[in-house]
């Protein structure tokens, strides 16, 4: 046991898991092919065996992009400069995500975390794989994973 801040995402209907499983499973995936990358965020742990089910991802003490760029007196106050920075930076994970054929679906400043490195540059990372899609039916059938689901086996998620 760490005392690292962590964020769980909970869900207590047996309906609603399937997102939480999708996202796991999608992580391991890129995980597998893109190995460990600050710019996707690290589901740590999870919880899909009783309610209530979870996962646990990394902390990020900045926030989203909404909540960084708030703390910085809003967009406007950003120069130009770190906005195209933080804008190149999204393409390439989302790049990295779609060679591999994992699609995120979701990207808002809400799912765009930030760091900051040791210089205080921003550095993003993304969130929230929860509706996202991997593009290549083949690789999840070698993974004994259904299309539809993405859910019937993710003992690639328990490796």
Not at 4 to 32: H, I, S
Not at 78 to 90: A, H, M, S, V, Y
Request: glycine share 8%; proline share 3%; aromatic share 6%.
């Amino acid at each position: 046991k760490t005392r690292d801040k962590r964020v769980f995402k909970f869900c207590y209907e047996t309906e609603r898991l399937q997102a939480l499983q999708r996202e796991v499973t999608l992580f391991r995936l890129l995980k597998e092919d893109l190995g460990e990358r600050g710019d996707i965020n690290r589901i740590l742990d999870w919880n899909f065996d009783e309610a209530p089910y979870f996962l646990e991802s990394e902390y990020t003490a900045s926030g989203s992009l909404l909540d960084w760029a708030e703390n910085q007196g809003g967009l406007e106050a950003i120069p130009l400069e770190t906005r195209l920075d933080i804008l190149g930076q999204i393409a390439e994970a989302l790049a990295a995500a779609h060679s591999v054929g994992v699609l995120h679906k979701d990207i808002k400043p809400g799912n765009v975390l930030i760091r900051t490195d040791r210089g205080d540059r921003p550095r993003i990372s993304l969130a929230d794989f929860g509706i996202g899609l991997m593009t290549d039916e083949a690789r999840l059938e070698n993974a004994n994973i259904t299309v539809l689901g993405m859910s019937d086996d993710i003992s690639i998620a328990e490796s």
